[in-house]
């Protein structure tokens, strides 16, 4: 069985930080690319960005050199550090794991981000 649990969401001030959380488990389960995506009130679920096993990332463009991207190969961990914050970075922020080798995806349960003065 395996579970896909996010954390770290909440309420930020613009210009401000936070980091978000996302592990997996499954026993002896490898996972493959990890990924954070994010869906705002009224719109479609967006890419934000993900990570590979190797290492290899990739950024949408409206968070480039902002929000940075991690992986703990060992804890089946990724992180998504989240800096200079925007309102427009207000969404639902959802995790999902690559599972090898059947390549099917799973998803976690979103986390709340807020970013409002």
Do not use: H
């Amino acid at each position: 069985q395996v579970q896909v649990v996010e954390s770290g969401g909440g309420l930020v001030q613009p210009g401000g930080s936070l980091r978000l959380s996302c592990a997996a488990s499954g026993g002896s389960i490898r996972f493959g690319a990890m990924g954070w995506y994010r869906q705002a009130p009224g719109k479609q679920r967006e890419l934000v960005a993900t990570i590979t096993s190797g290492g290899r990332i990739n950024y949408a463009d409206s968070v480039k050199g902002r929000f940075t991207i991690s992986r703990d190969n060992a804890k089946k961990t990724v992180y998504l550090q989240m800096n200079s914050l925007k309102p427009e970075d207000t969404a639902v922020y959802y995790c999902n794991t690559q599972i090898i080798p059947s390549m099917i995806v799973y998803w976690g349960q979103g986390t709340q981000v807020t970013v409002s003065s």
